[in-house]
């Protein structure tokens, strides 16, 4: 199933404070291993990406200089635009990333259809998981 108007906003912020020391400030938990070959950024990304979700209709929202740095490594050979990868100020927090992620996607798409999501959750990309999308969708 690929849409042409289907986005995923990726929110990529954090301290790495709770999986200390596995993550850490300068290593947040979304870039860390949760697999043998992927980071929970990663497998976000190949996640919807196997649903159907073009790589360039991917934004990952950061809010830090180390972020960013680390969100090009890792996403950009996932086919991730460059442009796609979105610095914010910190003070926004979670819900102020989505609305910043939504209005960054908006100016790409005005009919976009947006999934936001965290980048440190770990989703079996099963039935389930494909059935609850297009539900939404």
């Given at each position: 199933?690929?849409?042409?108007?289907l986005w995923?906003a990726?929110?990529?912020?954090?301290k790495g404070?709770?999986?200390?020391?596995?993550s850490?400030p300068g290593?947040?938990k979304q870039f860390?291993?949760?697999d043998?070959?992927?980071t929970?950024?990663?497998?976000v990304?190949e996640?919807f990406v196997?649903?159907?979700?073009?790589p360039?209709?991917?934004?990952?929202?950061?809010?830090?200089?180390?972020q960013t740095?680390?969100?090009r490594?890792q996403?950009?050979p996932?086919?991730?635009l460059s442009q796609?990868i979105?610095q914010?100020?910190?003070c926004?927090?979670?819900?102020g990333?989505m609305?910043?992620?939504?209005k960054f996607?908006?100016?790409?798409?005005?009919?976009?259809?947006?999934?936001?999501?965290?980048?440190?959750?770990y989703?079996?990309?099963?039935d389930d998981?494909?059935?609850t999308?297009?539900?939404?969708?």
């Open positions: 199933m690929v849409l042409t108007h995923v990726i929110i990529a912020d954090g404070t709770r999986l200390f020391p596995i850490h290593r947040p860390c291993k949760v043998k070959r992927n929970f950024i990663q497998a990304v996640n196997n649903f159907g979700v073009k360039t209709n991917i934004v990952v929202i950061t809010t830090d200089d180390g740095k680390l969100a490594e996403v950009l996932r086919k991730v796609n979105y914010i100020d910190p926004y927090g979670y819900a990333a609305i910043k992620a939504a996607i908006h100016e790409l798409d005005s009919e976009a259809i947006i999934i936001n999501t965290p980048a440190d959750q989703l079996v990309a099963d998981f494909e059935g999308l297009r539900s939404a969708i």
